[in-house]
């Protein structure tokens, strides 16, 4: 059963920290997408990593997929409270119409 | 041009009752989905639709639930007899085939039974 974990559950700090988030798995994703989900709102996408190893940046953001596939981060640098939401990973499930999904991480970043 | 659209936007019933759910995906996206999300968790698949391909409805909980999709494009989700655990925000969203790709969400409903 392919699953992944989210890591923190909830985490809140002040502007102007840094922060690592992290979604693993112990099966193999061909891909794995974030979603940052603010209240009232559906999910968007921020990025897709799709080789291992990659590392993707989004202005303060960077992203990372593991070299195995099987795990990915995500780093803010100086967050602001822009940057407060749910953060979802989620990845194609082997009928590759279906996306598995995290249980995301809630981030609350205090002015 | 619009995104997906989703109506009502929050909803209160009466356990017990029916309740339909409308989601407008984006024009000329072929897959659409519906999830449900409890309160700060993450997604739970519940049907997914292709085109004119049969949908896979393995994500419905229980009987209760049925959705359909009219001329390919908007979809209704309909529970009967509510029940408190029914209560959640009901997200839809559509995709370009194959399916896996970006999906993009609609607002979401949230439905109180009470």
């Known amino acids: 059963t392919q699953l992944l974990e989210q890591s923190p559950q909830f985490l809140s700090i002040q502007e102007g920290e840094n922060l690592t988030v992290y979604c693993n798995s112990s099966s193999v994703f061909s891909s794995l997408q974030w979603y940052r989900q603010e209240p009232g709102e559906g999910p968007v996408l921020l990025v897709t990593v799709v080789t291992g190893g990659e590392v993707k940046k989004l202005k303060r953001l960077t992203f990372q997929f593991g070299d195995a596939r099987k795990d990915s981060s995500l780093h803010i640098t100086a967050a602001q409270p822009g940057d407060t939401g749910l953060y979802l990973c989620?990845?194609?499930?082997?009928?590759?119409?279906?996306?598995?999904w995290g249980a995301g991480t809630k981030l609350i970043i205090k002015p | 041009g619009a995104g997906v659209s989703q109506s009502p936007s929050n909803k209160v019933t009466e356990k017990g009752k029916d309740v339909e759910l409308r989601c407008d995906p984006i024009s000329g996206h072929t897959a659409l989905y519906w999830y449900r999300q409890s309160l700060g968790q993450g997604l739970e698949f519940l049907i997914y639709?292709?085109?004119?391909?049969?949908?896979?409805k393995s994500g419905l909980p229980s009987d209760r639930f049925s959705a359909e999709r009219t001329g390919g494009s908007v979809s209704t989700l309909t529970i009967q007899r509510t029940q408190q655990e029914d209560s959640a925000v009901y997200l839809c969203a559509s995709s370009l085939p194959p399916g896996a790709d970006e999906q993009y969400f609609g607002p979401g409903t949230r439905l109180t039974v009470t």
């Open positions: 639709f292709q085109g004119n391909s049969a949908p896979d």
């Open positions: 989620a990845g194609p499930r082997d009928s590759n119409y279906q996306l598995i």
